[in-house]
């Protein structure tokens, strides 16, 4: 049985060696690079918006407060609502 764990431990040395190896040898050659995507045209009209677009509404509990703008989703407002009374 001795032998069988000696090869075994061989083996895997070799293999982590190996590993070693690729991964140095990968790291060498690949340059970091930056990919820039063009946006959604959905997201881009409704950040549009968004960014032209007045609060419709603030809602205030307690010390915090929140702004509503037009197109909100009721139930995210709903939410909303709910997290902040537990504050």
Request: with cysteine.
């Amino acid at each position: 049985m001795e032998s069988y764990y000696a090869w075994q431990k061989k083996l895997f040395e070799a293999m982590v060696e190996e590993q070693e190896l690729r991964l140095e040898k990968s790291q060498m050659t690949t340059e970091p690079s930056f990919i820039q995507l063009p946006a959604p045209e959905q997201a881009m009209q409704a950040y549009a918006t968004q960014a032209a677009a007045v609060p419709i509404a603030k809602i205030r509990i307690g010390t915090t407060s929140v702004d509503v703008y037009p197109g909100a989703d009721p139930a995210v407002v709903a939410a909303l609502c709910q997290v902040l009374k537990q504050c």
